[in-house]
């Protein structure tokens, strides 16, 4: 996912087309790439725009990555997420309810 | 030798199914130098469950040398075609694979996997494209119900096959219908039971609540099979699971469990999704 994931300014954007990992990889690459931007910045905002059927596998890597370098509080309040449909929103809120994270997700 | 025959329609339905894998069982339980044979000739009608089956019983036979023959019928045309644009004729016939660019073909070719990628459900989603516009919450719906179920036969089912995936579109119906067949270690084996809870009560839980897992990899949260059902339940679908003893039917919001002999040693996940008439929860 390394040529899908370009940071402008302060939003990571999630681009389909040049996924070449499996589901799995990809999400753990990018809750590795969130950490990074964490490290860093105040704010990071990450877009799923564009992207369709996110499988609930891909936000359980990306949380469970995410959290090995910043808190769930970190997540809940540094990172805010834009969905695609609320389909896609519904996927993810019930990941942040299974980490058991303080976030709610808005698009 | 292991000789099976089977006649008539072999409908993508629970029922239809029941019949055909309880009926398989003696060929996925043949032991090396066995001969397997299997006699579709008078079939007239079949669909991805029954190809997703039979490539998974290929692939078996293959990797443990036992000969394995299917006997396709010769019409109706239609089942024919079927047989070409799935890749079965070439798989088991040798004759060359039919182009699924044809115009009027609603199949996509069957994908053998071991590890989910998220192009995985583009085929099917470009071929339903060539025949209708396709609602973007159909779409999701869709790749996302495909990749949950493959992704659990990723994580959970050590299959020794890897996993089988056919599509099929009828623009008539306006309906998706998909299988994803493994060999692996079973639903009712995996998942975490809450005290002495029956399987199945475990399973009911995790077909309807989520939340119910393994964690075979570490980030598993039981939300797979969830989401295959809330898919399926907002899009008038209907799902039939067939693991180990264990035969799950989802329709209407209902979901039927009952214990099926003899066993089938994997897990086939059949489903059916009605494109454009999703509705509100």
């Known amino acids: 996912m390394s040529n899908s994931t370009v940071s402008t300014s302060e939003t990571i954007v999630v681009q389909e087309v040049a996924w070449s990992d499996s589901i799995a990889d990809s999400g753990t690459r990018l809750g590795g790439i969130i950490a990074s931007e964490l490290s860093t910045r105040h704010q990071v905002a990450v877009s799923f725009r564009g992207l369709r059927g996110v499988p609930s596998t891909f936000f359980n890597a990306m949380v469970v990555r995410a959290l090995q370098d910043v808190t769930p509080e970190a997540i809940a309040t540094k990172v805010k997420f834009e969905f695609e449909n609320d389909v896609q929103e519904q996927v993810w809120l019930r990941t942040a309810r299974a980490y058991q994270l303080p976030v709610v997700g808005r698009r | 030798m292991a000789e099976i025959a089977f006649e008539g329609n072999l409908n993508d339905t629970p029922a239809s199914m029941r019949r055909f894998i309880k009926g398989m069982v003696p060929a996925f339980e043949a032991g090396a130098g066995e001969e397997v044979v299997i006699d579709l000739r008078a079939v007239r009608y079949f669909g991805p469950d029954v190809c997703a089956t039979l490539v998974a019983l290929q692939r078996r036979c293959q990797s443990l040398r036992i000969p394995l023959q299917v006997r396709f019928p010769s019409s109706p045309p239609k089942l024919r075609a ?78 020794p096959v890897g996993g089988v995936f056919a599509a099929r579109y009828f623009s008539a119906q306006r309906e998706v219908r998909v299988a994803i067949v493994d060999l692996g270690v079973g639903i009712p084996s995996t998942v975490p039971r809450a005290g002495g809870e029956p399987a199945a009560g475990a399973v009911r839980r995790t077909l309807l609540q989520g939340g119910v897992t393994s964690n075979t990899t570490g980030r598993n949260a039981g939300q797979g099979l969830y989401w295959l059902a809330a898919h399926a339940n907002r899009m008038r679908g209907e799902v039939a699971i067939f693991s180990d003893d264990l035969e799950c039917v989802l329709r209407n919001k209902q979901l039927d469990m009952r214990a099926v002999d003899p066993p089938f040693h994997g897990t086939a996940v059949f489903f059916t999704l009605a494109l454009g008439s999703s509705v509100d929860e």
């Open chain 2, 82 to 159: 079927y047989i070409g644009f799935s890749g079965l004729a070439s798989l088991f016939e040798g004759t060359p694979s039919t182009s699924p660019e044809h115009p009027e073909n609603e199949t996509i070719p069957y994908e053998v996997f071991e590890r989910v990628r998220i192009q995985q459900a583009d085929a099917i989603v470009q071929l339903i494209e060539r025949h209708q516009v396709l609602r973007s919450d159909d779409d999701d719906a869709l790749r996302s119900a495909i990749r949950e179920v493959m992704q659990n036969v990723e994580d959970h089912s050590k299959s």
